[in-house]
Every structure is written in C-alpha cells, then in structure tokens.
C-alpha cells in the first residue's frame, strides 16, 4: 500500500502499519502484505518441501491462517517472521499427516492387506456371534434384561428408566455398563480387546 504525500511524493507503508490498519478491518492492507510477502514465502516452501506441486496450496494456507489472525486481533511485533512461522508450522503439518501406502499399479502386493473371507463363511460368524449374544442374554437375570428390553427396544433413556423403575439414574447407568462389559467379554474373540 503506498500513500501519496500532499507533495506528491509516495511513501511506502512499513508491515507494522499495515497490520495494524488490517487489524482495523482494512483488506487492501493485507491484499498489499500479501503481494509484498508472497514470492518469499513461495520459494522457502519449495525450498522446504522440494515438491511444486504443493507450494501453491501451503502458501494460500499460510496466508489464509495469517489473515484469519489478524482479523481475531493478533498484532505481530515482526509480520515477516510470524508469517514464516505460519509457513514452518503448516510444512511440519503437511509432513506428519498419515500417507496412504502406495504401491505400483503394474506391479500389485504380493499379499492382500485383508485376508479374503467368503460371504459364507462371513455369515457363518455372524450367525456365531448372534448365537453367543442370545446365549448371554438369557443368561442375564430378569431385571436386567427388562433394563436392556427398555433400553434398546423402547428406545428410552436411562433417565427415563429411572423414573419408570423409581431407581436413581446412576444405578441404571451402572448396571447397563456393567452388563454391556460382560457381554463384550463374553462375545470377543481370543485376542481381541473386550473394552
């Protein structure tokens, strides 16, 4: 942003008046901070990552970051170096996020990641599993098992049971916890975490 003297000589603002204009509200404030700081910020993302192909969308994230920051009131006392910081923080982001492992589309895995499980034998567990919870259902006394009936097929909260039932929430609470921990255990798989 350049301002025009009254004698006609025009005098650059520094970064410190343009962030505190764009902490006022002013966008072209920014708009010039952006033009002045761009190029920079570019090269040292490029210079970071080697990859081109993702310069472009880290930098309008570190501009996008720097703006909605100076809209929330943050006054850096070095706009360059808050900006750089932004700029390191997303290169850190971009490096640590998950990566899907790939692999050469000529030249498949050797070993599928999930082993293969036919329709029959995927029903067969399902039918053992339904087998073991029906099992462990009657297993359960009465009371509980009226809690559960309420639960899940009246759809009632535990408050709700509590007042019907005229027992404190928290007992409800307990009891229904207590009788889904032990049906978890009683259904898991040898290896499997019971939670």
Not at 69 to 82: A, I, N, R, V
Not at 143 to 170: D, F, N, W, Y
Request: charged share 25%; net charge neutral; hydrophobic share 35%.
């Amino acid at each position: 942003m350049v301002t025009v003297m009254p004698s006609g000589q025009e005098v650059q603002r520094t970064d410190a008046e343009l962030v505190a204009l764009c902490t006022h509200g002013n966008p072209d404030a920014f708009h010039t901070l952006t033009v002045r700081y761009y190029r920079a910020v570019c090269g040292f993302l490029y210079k970071k990552l080697q990859r081109p192909d993702l310069v472009e969308d880290l930098a309008q994230e570190t501009f996008l970051e720097a703006y909605r920051g100076l809209k929330d009131g943050s006054e850096p006392h070095h706009f360059s170096s808050w900006l750089f910081g932004i700029a390191v923080n997303r290169c850190g982001k971009w490096l640590r996020r998950k990566r899907p492992a790939l692999f050469d589309a000529t030249e498949p895995p050797d070993t599928a990641s999930v082993p293969f499980v036919s329709p029959q034998e995927e029903l067969e567990e399902q039918r053992k599993l339904f087998a073991g919870l029906e099992a462990g259902l009657a297993s359960l006394p009465e009371e509980i098992r009226t809690l559960l009936h309420m639960k899940h097929h009246q759809s009632k909260t535990c408050e709700q049971i509590a007042a019907e039932l005229g027992q404190p929430v928290g007992t409800i609470k307990s009891q229904l916890s207590r009788t889904y921990k032990a049906l978890r255990a009683r259904l898991s798989r040898p290896g499997d975490d019971p939670r």
